[in-house]
């Protein structure tokens, strides 16, 4: 069955580095989005990619759909500490299955 | 803004008991999901729900669980006979088309099975 996997599981930031968070299905997606959920909070929806290597732009965050529509990657430049939070793929596949990846979670320090 | 308001925000049941988690959707949305999240895990799709039927569901939506729209307003989760293993966030969401569609979650109820 349809698997999405995100690497890195967790990831550890200095405030003002950039970081990237990869996403990636076993099966060819009809979409992914792409949802943040603060510590405590519920999944807030960030973007959808539809198009094969289409790439969406939201201030500081960076979205990218493969060529594939396989994988897609959520690049964030100069973290600040609101950055902090889990940030989860999600896709729907051919057939209709709607999933979530694991999660990326990021900690941002001063 | 319009917001997926959810009832109770947490919700303590002894194992075996029956818990019904409410959802109210926001108002023009036709489709309707649950999600669970147990603590520290991924979110995971439990169903989706449009035209008065289940339109989706996965593994995890087994015979202990059951959805309803009872009126115009409301969504319902029925989970019968609890096990230990239910304890976690359950989210519901809504959205304006189906899962091609931005969807909006309420801020969950916690269930906890002791």
């Known amino acids: 069955g349809q698997q999405v996997m995100q690497i890195p599981q967790y990831q550890h930031v200095q405030e003002g580095e950039d970081f990237t968070t990869y996403c990636n299905s076993s099966t060819t997606l009809s979409n992914i989005q792409w949802y943040k959920q603060r510590p405590g909070g519920h999944p807030v929806f960030l973007i959808q990619l539809v198009k094969s290597g289409e790439v969406k732009k939201q201030k500081r965050l960076t979205f990218q759909f493969g060529e594939a529509k396989k994988n897609s990657s959520l690049h964030i430049t100069a973290t600040q500490t609101t950055d902090v939070g889990t940030y989860f793929c999600a896709g729907t596949d051919s057939w209709g299955k709607f999933q979530f990846g694991a999660g990326t979670q990021v900690v941002v320090t001063p | 803004e319009p917001e997926v308001t959810q009832t109770p925000s947490h919700q303590v049941t002894q194992m075996g008991q029956e818990v019904i988690l409410r959802c109210v959707p926001i108002?023009?949305?036709?489709?309707f999901y649950w999600y669970r999240q147990i603590l520290g895990q991924k979110v995971e799709f439990l169903v989706s729900?449009?035209?008065?039927?289940?339109?989706?569901k996965s593994e995890i939506f087994d015979d202990q669980f059951s959805v309803e729209r009872p009126d115009g307003s409301n969504f319902t989760l029925k989970i019968r006979s609890t096990k230990l293993e239910d304890s976690a966030m359950y989210f519901c969401?809504?959205?304006?088309?189906?899962?091609?569609?931005?969807?909006?979650f309420g801020a969950g109820t916690r269930l906890s099975v002791l």
């Open positions: 969401a809504s959205s304006e088309q189906g899962l091609l569609n931005i969807q909006y």
């Open positions: 729900f449009y035209n008065n039927e289940i339109s989706e």
């Open positions: 108002s023009n949305h036709l489709y």
